[in-house]
């Protein structure tokens, strides 16, 4: 059975351990670095991406989680995790995890419409994927190696980059399951990879 572990510093961590259950694979909450060990794949939730960063600097996550990823273990984050995972924030010198090759604006939507809904036509997801975007980012700009997966009035709102996926919503928020099916696919194509 293939493992999926949520970074659970911060954010909205009980709700991705639901979806990731309803897949079949097993859920486990991240508090410390050397549960990455036991791990097939990392989610990275949404919740407010300076603080998560902070707190992935207490706890000494940092090389850790950019370890995980370089072995080609897939890593997923949503909204925040999106933001984390990038290796340019428009607006700030410092990006954080710098795991995809795209820059991104944070509270990309305006601070009025802070959360809304729209249906998506994903990539490998699906035609009709409800979105839930709460205070979201977009993609500004991806490297050639990113495929965009979805887009939002022409914003880039969701992408992969091999092993790598984010979104600028929240596909843990519905009962809409295609989105973690995909990753959980993800997860269980590198666990063979891996181990050939
Ligand atoms: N729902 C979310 O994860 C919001 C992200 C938040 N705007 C940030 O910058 O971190």
Do not use: W
């Not at 949520?6 to 961590?13: I, R, S, Y």
């Not at 670095?33 to 791990?39: D, F, G, H, M, S």
């Not at 995890?97 to 944070?106: F, S, T």
């Amino acid at each position: 059975m293939n493992t999926i572990g949520v970074l659970a510093l911060q954010g909205a961590v009980r709700e991705h351990i639901r979806s990731i259950e309803a897949t079949g694979a097993k859920a486990v909450e991240i508090k410390r670095k050397e549960q990455l060990e036991a791990i097939d794949g990392l989610i990275l939730p949404g919740g407010e991406s300076t603080t998560m960063r902070r707190l992935i600097n207490s706890y000494d996550f940092f090389d850790a989680i950019q370890a995980f990823g370089k072995q080609g273990k897939p890593v997923f984050g949503t909204c925040a995790g999106l933001i984390l995972m990038a290796n340019e924030i428009e607006g700030q010198g410092d990006s954080h995890l710098g795991l995809m090759n795209m820059k991104v604006a944070r509270n990309a939507f305006g601070r009025q419409v802070a959360s809304f809904e729209a249906d998506l036509k994903v990539t490998h997801v699906g035609d009709d994927f409800n979105a839930v975007f709460i205070r979201a980012p977009y993609i500004l700009e991806a490297g050639t190696e990113v495929e965009v997966l979805a887009t939002y009035q022409e914003r880039a709102v969701a992408a992969k980059q091999g092993h790598y996926l984010c979104t600028a919503f929240h596909p843990e928020l519905t009962d809409d399951n295609r989105f973690i099916e995909y990753f959980a696919q993800m997860v269980e194509q590198s666990k063979k990879t891996l181990a050939s």
